[in-house]
């Protein structure tokens, strides 16, 4: 396994990568895993007992990924080799790549002209080399045979779930962690990602603007960052326990994102009791099931009436929230792990 996301920051990459040991921690396995990496072990991180972790370090992320990696793998007797998004000719029969989306075909405007043109011929060319195909949801799985043919036949769902570290507080002790540590009173509503295009945060700055709740923003600046406008307070990245008190405190989470491979914040409000109000776009609908409220259309007016009338019916949000609970509890990185333990196996034995 590529690990170098492994306990990383970037954002819903890395929580794949590290539920992905926790789920392995969880199951019975006799096969042998090698996590490689261009670091040590981050802090913090649960190696499984069948896992051992291979520093190999980089001289550029490229070389790495395409050389490198898959050189040392193989030497190593490796039978399967699992990365992201790009995959090197060097893998061979054994290759397995996981496809978050392809959100740069749907919508290439998202993006940064390098970026769009990397994605756009590494994504499909590792496709075609990978003897298995993950996607993350089944909404995932469709676009990318959709955009990417030769994924046909060959595409599985390994689904993503929460992260251990999203964990629910207590209400009380929620607001006043976040007053304490942020200066924010309630009531106030949530919105959770980097500020990049695809994340379409304008519709939510734009939807409470003419609200009396305070519309908080947490997550990574990224490019095209839109101001937080009158009802705005942008917190910027903060820690796991500070995120896990910002949705426990908030009365509703908002996803305007144009479009998600999953969506891992959803179920991470789903856990922390906080009502989710989600566009349609991508997978975002096959995520949050039958437990949140899902906007057909993208215009802030209409987002504006929704958020005020769930924010005035207090029996409607805690439905709402006991339906999350339940929904979240749908996706495991255990049933993940055992999953994608067994694809591993297929792949070894070609």
């Excluded at 490796?78 to 000719?89: E, K």
């Excluded at 769009?116 to 995932?140: D, K, M």
């Excluded at 695809?198 to 700055?205: D, E, I, M």
């Excluded at 095209?224 to 307070?233: K, M």
Aim: hydrophobic residues 40%; neutral net charge; contains cysteine.
């Amino acid at each position: 396994m590529d690990a170098r996301l492994v306990g990383k920051t970037s954002t819903g990459d890395s929580t794949y990568w590290t539920g992905l040991l926790e789920g392995f921690c969880q199951i019975s396995s006799d096969l042998r895993l090698l996590l490689y990496s261009d670091g040590p072990v981050p802090d913090g991180v649960v190696l499984p007992p069948n896992a051992r972790w291979i520093e190999l370090p980089a001289r550029s992320s490229r070389f790495w990924s395409y050389v490198q990696f898959p050189l040392a793998a193989r030497k190593a007797g490796a039978r399967a080799i699992h990365t992201q998004y790009s995959l090197s000719p060097l893998v061979g029969r054994h290759g397995i790549t996981t496809v978050h989306d392809v959100s740069f075909f749907i919508g290439p405007e998202w993006f940064q002209p390098k970026d769009r043109f990397i994605l756009q011929r590494s994504v499909p060319a590792a496709v075609r080399r990978a003897a298995r195909v993950l996607a993350v949801s089944e909404t995932c799985k469709g676009e990318i045979a959709s955009y990417i043919p030769a994924a046909q036949g060959k595409t599985d769902v390994t689904f993503n779930a929460c992260p251990s570290w999203i964990q629910r507080l207590p209400r009380s002790e929620a607001v006043e962690r976040v007053r304490s540590k942020f200066g924010i009173d309630e009531p106030y509503v949530l919105t959770v990602g980097t500020r990049w295009p695809r994340k379409n945060f304008g519709l939510a700055v734009a939807a409470m603007a003419s609200l009396p709740q305070t519309l908080v923003i947490t997550g990574k600046s990224g490019w095209g960052d839109q101001s937080p406008g009158p009802r705005g307070h942008a917190v910027g990245y903060v820690s796991t326990e500070d995120l896990s008190a910002l949705y426990s405190a908030a009365d509703l989470y908002l996803l305007p994102s144009f479009h998600e491979g999953f969506g891992i914040p959803i179920l991470e409000a789903f856990r922390c009791g906080c009502p989710v109000l989600s566009s349609s776009g991508g997978a975002a609908p096959e995520v949050c099931g039958l437990a949140a409220r899902v906007m057909p259309t993208f215009l802030a007016d209409d987002w504006t009436a929704a958020i005020a009338e769930l924010l005035g019916d207090r029996s409607k949000l805690e439905a709402m929230q006991e339906s999350g609970f339940t929904r979240e509890r749908d996706f495991s990185w255990k049933a993940t792990a055992a999953h994608l333990d067994s694809i591993y196996r297929e792949v070894c034995n070609r």
